[in-house]
């Protein structure tokens, strides 16, 4: 939704997250436009490198999401709206009401990536609502994105009411945790053999640092934009966007040959009551590759003088630092909504990931906006992939689950359990049992999460 980070009472907004790793090329243009039915409006691509467009974008921006962009914001950060991947809605008199856009990227699945088509920009002028917008954009967004050959799209939901009509799910859950100066953690061994320096941030000297530390420490649920931009524009600095904070600061953790084990971008902001300081420490991007990096950087940014909270989100609901509490009612846990999927192409989606168990299900799958997803399909394989073929009609293979394709999307990553879905009466065990087995293999060991907001 944003340029890189918007203001927030409760935490800093971490932008996106660029893999430091080589990436294909990038997929072809695609071309539908889905027209909306209003009379007078016209579904239109847009240009984010011409200043006509880019300007027409940002006021509809401003107007659905109720502030302004300031002026340092656009000088000192990269517009990251893709050319050939926004698209928006003109009225005949009014102009640009409606806009909405989508970064090439690669989704971290269980096991590996899949290309993504991350959704973003979404937007309309509240003076032109109840026109039929979002399905005339989101219909485009997911026929282009099919057109591209990414089997999945992905997003974090403004109003989560909406996108489960299109077919998103919500994949992953996360926790935001607000944790008093000192809070006691546990002892973790080969903590003593690491260090935590604090440091100025710097585009130059932490950029490779940071993209390295977050490709290594990512789960499946990660999304990493394929153009470097949107971490790049973590190291700007808009004012207004600091709320009184400090200029960015980075907590990097080193071990005894110096190479990085763990890194927090971070920004403190100074408050006194009438006991003394009450500063907080907003904790933004960060990625630990093991515990005893993870203990280590935590163990240093609850423990800063003159700082009486720390507070972070976007955390796994397994983090480490929630089991490395010795209290854990000593923190101020809120769990969210995190990121949200889409199928897009199911057999390639469900092949390009891993499975935690043997599989073998029969999926009777509904998908009302995109059709070829629609059908009978078996999943078959395991820890080193899955074979997806369609069953004609007639197949005598007995269905496993009957679902729709949000509630596949939701399992997509591992995260939330088929079995649970099945519990919630949002998917139907066809075969007795099914659901059981199907949750051990859909699984993953470790929570799904996207850390960064895009």
Known sequence: MTLTEVPAAEQEQRPDASSAASVPASAPTASVLVQPGAPGYTTVELDPTDDADKAAMIDVDE???????????????????EKGRTVGVRHERDGLVAVHASYEADLRVPGGAVPAAGLTWVG?????RRRGFATAMLTTHLQRTAERGEPVSALFAAEPEIYGRYGYGLAARSVDVQLGRGVALRDVPGTDGLTCSLERASEDRHLALVADL??????????????????????????DWREGAELRRIAVVRDADGDPRAFCLFRRKESWGPTGPEGTVRAGLWAAVDGAANRALWGTLTDLDLMGTVRLGG?????????????????????????WVRIVDLPAALSARAYAAPVDVVLEVTDTVLPANAGRWRVEGGPSGARVTRLADGDPTPSGLALDVAELGAAYL??????????????????PG?????????????????????
């Open 315 to 339: 955390l796994a609901v397994d983090a480490p630092l929630l089991g490395q509490l010795v209290n854990l009612r000593s923190a101020k846990l809120r769990t969210a909504d995190n990121v």
């Open 434 to 454: 099914a659901g059981a087995a199907a949750a051990a293999a859909f699984g993953w060991p470790l929570a799904p999460v996207c850390m960064a907001d895009f």
């Open 63 to 81: 107007w659905a999401f109720s502030f302004v962009y300031p002026t340092e914001a656009l000088e000192n950060t990269h517009f990251v709206p």
């Open 214 to 239: 977050l490709d290594r420490a990512a789960r499946p649920g990660e999304l990493f934009p394929r153009r470097d931009a949107h971490l790049r524009n973590y190291f700007a600095e808009v004012p």
């Open 124 to 128: 309309v002028h509240p003076g032109h």
């Open 414 to 431: 591992g995260g939330i359990g088929l079995a649970s879905l099945v519990a919630a009466g949002l998917v139907r065990e066809v075969t």
